[in-house]
């Protein structure tokens, strides 16, 4: 079945350390994102991407840093210069808009992977 | 600034209810309007709308939207404690840019 793969499910980081966050998608969507959703918060937009080897800032993106060499894979790597990192990540996919003159589309999400400090 | 704003922020019923949720949005450049259910994991969508007073439906749920109120509303008819979640309500403002509420928390007792 398709969908979107976030992996790990649960991560620690150590003060000073980068950690990586993976996010594999197979509905051959275009567009993908990175979320950060706290408690009693809305999801807020880190990163998202269009096309392969392009990405765009979002609302909270200092701190992280994103890559798209491939179409599948959108990994978002939390940095040490991100001082409250605890939250839980979520990965996003969809068609991109605009393509076949699609103009709304529903996000697709992954399960998530909640980041604590250690 | 864009904002998608949900209420009541919680709400605990019985099963059998019928509970609405709202969702009020300001945005500049509205594009649709999108409704999640969020257990543990991952949101899983529900419905999105474009135009006023059409009713989406998908068995006890059900949404519409009034553009003219900048508000849509989700129902949920006879509810079982499996439609206990968290309901986010986003916004679509522009090419890639969604806007979510805080979400609504709803308890089913059985």
């Known amino acids: 079945d398709g969908g979107i793969t976030q992996s790990p499910k649960y991560l620690f980081r150590k003060e000073g350390q980068n950690v990586t966050l993976s996010c594999e998608q197979n509905l051959n969507h275009d567009a993908m994102y990175w979320y950060r959703q706290d408690p009693g918060q809305g999801l807020r937009l880190i990163y998202y991407s269009q096309i392969v080897n392009d990405f765009q800032k979002g609302d909270i993106a200092e701190g992280y840093s994103v890559s798209r060499e491939k179409k599948e894979s959108f990994p978002l790597t939390v940095t040490s210069a991100q001082k409250n990192p605890t939250a839980f990540y979520l990965c996003a996919s969809s068609i991109a808009v605009g393509k076949r003159g699609i103009r709304n589309q529903p996000q697709h999400f992954g399960d998530g992977t909640r980041l604590s400090i250690l | 600034e864009d904002k998608v704003v949900q209420s009541p922020l919680s709400l605990v019923v019985h099963e059998g209810d019928t509970v609405t949720l709202n969702c009020s949005y300001e945005?500049?450049?509205?594009?649709?309007l999108l409704w999640y259910k969020q257990e543990k994991k991952a949101p899983t969508f529900l419905f999105m709308l474009?135009?006023?007073?059409i009713e989406k439906k998908s068995g006890r749920l059900s949404s519409i939207l009034d553009k003219k109120e900048l508000s849509s509303i989700l129902n949920i008819t006879a509810t079982q404690t499996g439609d206990s979640a968290i309901y986010l309500c986003?916004?679509?403002?522009?090419?890639?840019?969604?806007?979510f509420g805080t979400g609504t928390r709803l308890k089913v007792l059985a």
């Open positions: 945005v500049t450049n509205f594009r649709s």
């Open positions: 986003a916004s679509n403002a522009g090419t890639y840019k969604y806007i």
């Open positions: 474009t135009s006023s007073g």
